[in-house]
């Protein structure tokens, strides 16, 4: 089943609102075996609302409609679908008992704006709104359901879970769709693409794999689509049982995950520590820790060393190593993360110094420019990284791939781990 969600309201086209019942309705639908074919946004203007009505109609199984059913001249959205549908406006009397009861629960006399309120086409089926005056319309034409939602958030979604949703899953027409998204990190997404070029090719032709690239992570989702909703998950994890090995060194985890809360999740397991010493970062790899539930049972602490000062006099780096190396540079990264691992007697340490940006730069060290060391009780790993010239950018980058390098390095200590 093909659904499309037209929304209605010139408040969203200029940017005064954002659509947020559209990312709301997809996922429902979604959980309810219905995809999602396309959204469309349209001015509360007459021709434009048909012309996307006509539209729908012709690729669509549901068409769902938010947006122009308030009391207002310029909700016009009751009086297109009324054309549409070839209806009658006629009174519905269910409706008016319930804007009656409303109105006098709050004090507020009736005026014929609010009675109006209870003008239904006659061809539709009403649809219970419990959280306010304009109800849902229920309308079928040529095998396509068409469902008229206001468009205040909290509204639609009690009609959506109320009326719409129960119905459309009676009705029999929706497919079985399972997702699950793989997460993967350290690889460019062309260079990805092309060591699964064959793992993607002998995927079943039921199963969809999208690349969903961020500055955090690369996604890999599967889609599988049927009507056996178990075999649907047999198959899809057959495949990732497949893909994991391609992949191992950059798979870290499943769906909602974060890479701070698996590595997280990994000191946890093993009763381990972490101190963090940040510089460019800023307390921002802290923060993605501390993020997670339960993070005060591995976290022991961070020192923000953004001055020389502070790395000379709390994380004992040398101040001739600074002179001579400067302060972005692999012998005080090296010496911020001992200094931080000392100070708060942890298993693990991170450390980050580099340029932010979007000053600061030279030849030798361009803006981007980083240094990440991570330690244990018995190994080091350094490294330099060369990222962009956004401050924004380059805080989150160097922040993940230090959380990136501590979960390899945990890894490495303990196998037993993976």
């Not at 200029?14 to 559209?22: E, M």
């Not at 490294?383 to 945990?410: G, V």
């Amino acid at each position: 089943m093909k659904a499309e969600i037209i929304t209605i309201g010139d408040e969203i086209l200029i940017g005064q609102i954002i659509d947020t019942n559209s990312a709301w309705m997809g996922e429902q639908l979604n959980l309810h075996g219905i995809e999602i074919f396309q959204i469309t946004s349209v001015h509360d203007d007459h021709e434009h609302i048909l012309k996307a009505l006509s539209n729908a109609e012709k690729h669509a199984d549901l068409v769902l409609i938010t947006g122009g059913l308030g009391p207002t001249k310029d909700d016009i959205t009751k009086k297109v679908l009324c054309e549409y549908f070839d209806s009658e406006m006629v009174i519905n009397q269910e409706v008016l008992q319930r804007v009656t009861d409303r109105l006098t629960k709050r004090n507020v006399v009736m005026n014929q704006l609010n009675k109006d309120q209870a003008l239904v086409p006659d061809k539709c089926t009403v649809l219970t709104n419990s959280t306010g005056t304009a109800p849902g319309m229920w309308f079928e034409k040529n095998d396509t359901i068409f469902v008229s939602m206001p468009g205040v958030p909290f509204e639609m979604k009690s009609i959506m879970s109320e009326e719409v949703l129960p119905r459309l899953s009676k009705n029999g027409k929706a497919r079985s769709i399972y997702h699950q998204t793989v997460l993967v990190y350290g690889i460019p997404e062309s260079m990805l693409a092309e060591k699964l070029e064959e793992w993607e090719a002998a995927l079943p032709d039921f199963i969809k794999l999208a690349y969903l690239p961020s500055q955090l992570m690369i996604r890999l989702r599967l889609s599988a689509y049927g009507k056996e909703m178990e075999l649907l998950k047999k198959e899809v994890h057959q495949q990732i049982e497949l893909l994991k090995p391609l992949i191992a060194e950059n798979f870290f985890g499943y769906n909602a995950d974060s890479l701070a809360g698996v590595t997280g999740q990994l000191l946890t397991s093993a009763k381990l520590t972490l101190g963090i010493a940040e510089s460019c970062t800023g307390g921002n790899i802290a923060h993605m820790f501390t993020a997670n539930p339960g993070s005060s049972s591995y976290f022991k602490g961070g020192i923000i060393a953004y001055s020389n000062e502070v790395k000379q006099h709390l994380l004992k780096v040398s101040a001739d190593d600074l002179e001579r190396y400067g302060a972005v540079s692999k012998e005080v990264a090296l010496q911020m993360a001992q200094g931080v691992q000392q100070a708060l007697d942890t298993d693990y340490a991170i450390a980050t110094t580099g340029i932010a940006g979007p000053d600061g730069g030279t030849d030798e060290k361009p803006v981007g420019t980083v240094w990440i060391a991570v330690i244990s009780k018995q190994n080091i790993k350094l490294e330099r990284y060369t990222f962009a010239h956004n401050r924004e950018r380059n805080i989150l980058r160097s922040s993940q791939a230090a959380i990136d390098l501590l979960r390899k390095l945990i890894l490495f200590e303990n196998p037993h781990l993976a």
